[in-house]
């Protein structure tokens, strides 16, 4: 198995390819030479049931932001985010945001760290249980 920030990078791929070539996530696997690793699978399948909870959640917590005008990576950074903390509980906050800013400042904008964290820090005060 391969370990979760790995399957989160992959993830991070499919998410946008999914949405780049406007797909589904069936049809992207069927696609696909290789299987991604079962985690990778179920947030890319994740994202896709939940995209209109995700994109809601995304518009109320981001200012000035139209989650559509975002940075395609940014934006499929910003759904990933959200599903773990939305839909895997057993996921603590900090390490999903920690491994979403690591994912944006990787594979997007010089200030994409900063949005990213910005953005997701605002969102397990309403889609998580206080501690």
Not at 98 to 103: G, K, P, T, Y
Request: proline fraction near 7%; glycine fraction near 6%; charged fraction near 30%.
């Amino acid at each position: 198995m391969a370990p979760r920030r790995e399957s989160r990078e992959r993830a991070l791929g499919l998410c946008y390819e999914r949405e780049a070539r406007a797909i589904t996530a069936d049809q992207l696997l069927d696609d696909l030479p290789a299987a991604p690793d079962a985690y990778a699978e179920q947030l890319l399948r994740g994202v896709e049931a939940y995209e209109p909870e995700l994109d809601g959640l995304l518009r109320e917590y981001s200012e000035h932001w139209a989650v559509e005008r975002m940075p395609a990576v940014d934006r499929a950074v910003l759904r990933l985010g959200c599903f773990e903390l939305a839909h895997e509980p057993g996921v603590p906050t900090a390490v999903v945001i920690s491994e979403a800013v690591e994912l944006a400042k990787q594979y997007s904008t010089e200030n994409s760290g900063r949005f990213v964290n910005g953005l997701l820090a605002r969102i397990p005060e309403q889609v998580r249980a206080p501690a």
